[in-house]
């Protein structure tokens, strides 16, 4: 049995005293354990008393379906004028931070003609809407709610804001930059494995929505250092190609069914 670590079940789940020994005995019983980070593999030895090693493999991303394609026809619905369009998506719990990434947003917005799209839904999204609407930001905002071809909306962005208190990786941000969108998202947990500071978008502190939009309006007030940050969000997604990563997992598979004895 090879279990592998995503993330809320040892930020949330594991934390809680309830299932903490369940979580430590399923570790420990495990013939193989895995985490999607650097970072969340430290975060379960800080947690848990562990007997068992953790090899990092990280998430990986289908070029198939995350690529960057021409859907100019949408992208001139959601900005007839062509504003910069910025984008999110997540569960939007309160983990997600969303009232930050209206907050980025808002201070975008008064620099320069833009959009948001928040693509999700959950607790927080009453909040945010109520905060577009007092900030009168809320006719350039989209609540798209949740959707199934989340690569046709990455298409037509170009920035994504990911300001959470905690990603073990952040997948979402890789599904973007596989879009060749930058990112602007926190330094928090695996996030800084993903996203590089200065070449693939920023990093910025938990909170600090000024630096975040800062960050952002750097990006988007020229074309040609956003096309170069493009070009390095690609780059960096390219490492985490399903076909450079599923080679791993089989490997470990393979060595830990070579190392069990019945």
């Known amino acids: 049995m090879v279990t592998t670590l995503h993330g809320t079940d040892i930020t949330l789940v594991g934390k809680d005293k309830s299932f ?26 800080d947690t848990f008393n562990l007997t068992r090693e953790i090899e990092v493999i990280y998430n990986f991303i289908d070029f198939s379906r995350f ?48 959009k948001l799209l928040f693509i999700g839904d959950g607790p927080e999204r009453r909040a945010a809407e109520d905060l577009c609407r007092e900030l009168d930001i809320i006719d350039d905002v989209r609540f798209l709610g949740k959707q199934d071809a989340i690569e046709e909306l990455m298409a037509v962005a170009d920035v994504f804001i990911m300001p959470s ?17 930058p990112v602007i998202s926190t330094n928090a947990g695996g996030l800084p494995e993903v996203n590089i500071h200065g070449e693939t978008g920023f990093l910025s502190n938990v909170g600090d929505v000024e630096d975040m939009a800062r960050h952002a309006i750097f990006i988007l007030s020229d074309d040609e250092v956003l096309a170069r940050f493009r070009e ?25 069914l070579k190392a069990t004895v019945y």
Request: glycine residues 2%.
């Open 20 to 45: 903490a020994p369940v979580v430590e005995f399923s570790i420990n019983k495990s013939d193989g354990v895995t985490a999607v980070s650097e970072s969340l593999r430290q975060q379960t030895y």
């Open 67 to 114: 690529r960057k394609s021409n859907k100019d026809h949408f992208k001139k619905a959601i900005a007839p004028k062509g504003e910069r369009i910025l984008i999110h998506v997540s569960n939007f719990r309160k983990v997600k931070r969303i009232n930050d990434v209206v907050q980025v947003f808002y201070r975008v917005n008064q620099q320069m003609p833009s």
């Open 165 to 181: 208190e905690s990603e073990s990786f952040g997948l979402a941000a890789l599904e973007a930059m596989a879009c060749e969108v």
């Open 232 to 256: 390095n969000a690609l780059a960096q997604a390219k490492r985490f190609d399903i076909q450079e990563i599923l080679p791993k997992y089989e490997a470990y598979y393979e060595s830990i």
